[in-house]
């Protein structure tokens, strides 16, 4: 019983971290239009799957790379115990971004 409810914490984790991603990355995009002034002519579309593009990396990272190290990262009170998780997520999500962008070749900027 209390297996199961450490593996819904962790889901729950994982749900969380990935909304996130999604609110912070749309807080970034939206603040960049918004200084470089330039909301027109700017397919949403493409920010859409980059934006899932860094989820899925999220979650890859969090499913291929599992181990003991997100369970104990989880309850560690330490910042210093959850560096080595985060930068696992953030090597992830970052390296499967750049793989889609590198299979697409989207060469789309702001400006």
């Not at 985060?86 to 697409?104: A, D, E, K, M, P």
Request: aromatic share 12%; net charge positive; with cysteine.
């Amino acid at each position: 019983m209390i297996s199961h409810r450490i593996r819904g914490v962790e889901a729950l984790y994982i749900v969380l971290q990935a909304a996130a991603v999604i609110l912070l990355f749309w807080a970034w995009f939206v603040m960049l239009a918004h200084l470089s002034g330039s909301y027109r002519g700017v397919e949403l579309t493409r920010y859409n799957s980059y934006c899932l593009a860094l989820v899925a990396g999220l979650l890859a990272g969090n499913l291929l790379g599992r181990s003991r190290s997100v369970r104990e990262a989880l309850y560690e009170r330490s910042i210093l115990e959850h560096l080595p998780v985060t930068f696992r997520q953030l090597s992830w999500s970052v390296g499967c971004l750049l793989v889609y962008l590198f299979i697409i070749k989207d060469n789309a900027h702001i400006s």
